[in-house]
């Protein structure tokens, strides 16, 4: 079993910057951590995801170059550290863990957190 608490959401204005932070227990060994997001009326997707065991990041083309997802070694949060937001990014961020092959494809996480919302206003 694996646990995840996200914190770390809230309102920012456009080319502002937030990190959310996913506090990950439980046994997450070989598995992917990610995040995906959710807006009102629209499918979730992928943001970005790190390789617990390895490290290896993958990203959605819609946010490289702006979001960075890292893991400190001697602590077990997740860090999404996203800058230059922009409105189409508010929605809420949910923390994920899973072990399947694709760490872009979310029916194969898991275990989810409870979601933080993020609000970029124009």
């Known amino acids: 079993q694996v646990q995840l608490v996200e914190s770390g959401g809230g309102l920012v204005q456009a080319g502002g910057s937030l990190r959310l932070s996913c506090a990950v227990s439980?046994?997450?060994?070989?598995?992917?951590v990610g995040w995906f997001r959710q807006a009102p009326g629209k499918e979730r997707e992928f943001v970005a995801a790190?390789?617990?065991?390895?490290?290896?990041?993958y990203y959605s083309d819609f946010v490289k170059g702006r979001f960075t997802i890292s893991r400190d070694n001697a602590k077990n949060p997740v860090y999404l550290q996203m800058n230059s937001l922009k409105p189409e990014d508010t929605a809420v961020y949910y923390c994920?863990?899973?072990?399947?092959?694709?760490?872009?494809?979310?029916?194969?996480?898991?275990?989810w957190g409870q979601g933080t919302q993020v609000t970029v206003s124009s």
């Open positions: 790190i390789y617990w065991s390895g490290g290896s990041t």
């Open positions: 439980g046994r997450a060994f070989g598995l992917y």
């Open positions: 994920a863990a899973g072990g399947g092959l694709n760490p872009r494809y979310f029916p194969d996480y898991h275990y």
